[in-house]
């Protein structure tokens, strides 16, 4: 069973970075049976997928975020992480760690499922 | 992009009502879908992937159906546990509306 647990500031200054970072237990960022990824969601509102990694480095991004993100693994320390460049007020939001089961399809890629581990969410503030 | 229209917006019903929600993708994803259940405060909670397969815990209750472009979740008879907001989600490809806008079920 998978444990994710995201860590990082609760508060950014608008034209910052944001950086979090998501700890994996109970498997490993090697796994070839997850991606990795984020989702965010603004206080009161829906959910916005982010991006999300696979451990050879396969990515996918969204596509009205894709020049500000960037989702990496480090694999010493079981972890992957987010970055998000350039904030603003709108990038407030709880950031949720997951993971995600994996399809393959007829061609043969390996792409993201289902997210069926979720971590507590984080809530960051994008302020002065 | 594909995107994900999901309704109504708010369903109010009772303990013991039958409840359908609908999600509606504006291109034909085959059968990935997922439906999640998220309660105030919490995350999310996979309850049904590839558009009606139960997801191991979830009450029989629930059920998902559907294919291409429609797709359905309900609930056969709805719990006081039941009383959340629903999303479903799209994994045929990943776009920027890969999530639904969401559907609240409250209490009548």
């Known amino acids: 069973q998978l444990q994710l647990q995201e860590s990082g500031p609760g508060l950014v200054k608008p034209s910052e970075t944001l950086s979090l970072t998501c700890t994996v237990s109970?498997?490993?960022?090697?796994?070839?049976?997850?991606?990795w990824g984020w989702i965010r969601q603004p206080p009161g509102r829906g959910l916005e997928w982010i991006g999300t990694?696979?451990?050879?480095?396969?990515?996918y991004y969204n596509p009205s975020l894709n020049s500000r993100v960037t989702v990496s693994v480090d694999t010493s320390k079981n972890q992957f992480s987010l970055k998000l460049t350039s904030v603003t007020a709108a990038d407030t939001a709880v950031y949720y760690c997951a993971s995600n089961s994996i399809m393959i399809t007829f061609e043969g890629v390996v792409t993201p499922a289902p997210i069926d581990y979720w971590g507590q969410g984080t809530l960051v503030i994008v302020s002065s | 992009d594909i995107q994900m229209t999901q309704s109504p917006s708010t369903l109010s019903a009772s303990v013991g009502d039958r409840v359908t929600l609908t999600c509606r993708a504006s291109q034909t994803i085959s059968s990935w879908l997922a439906w999640y259940q998220q309660k105030p405060g919490k995350a999310p909670k996979l309850l049904i992937y590839?558009?009606?397969t139960l997801e191991s815990g979830v009450p029989s209750r629930f059920s998902g159906s559907g294919s291409g472009t429609e797709f359905t979740l309900t609930i056969s008879s709805l719990q006081p546990d039941d009383f959340a907001t629903y999303y479903c989600?799209?994994?045929?490809?990943?776009?920027?509306?890969?999530f639904g806008q969401g559907t609240k079920v409250e209490i009548k």
């Open positions: 590839d558009a009606s």
């Open positions: 109970g498997g490993s960022v090697n796994s070839t049976t997850y991606y």
């Open positions: 990694m696979y451990y050879s480095g396969n990515t």
């Open positions: 989600q799209q994994y045929n490809s990943y776009s920027a509306e890969t």
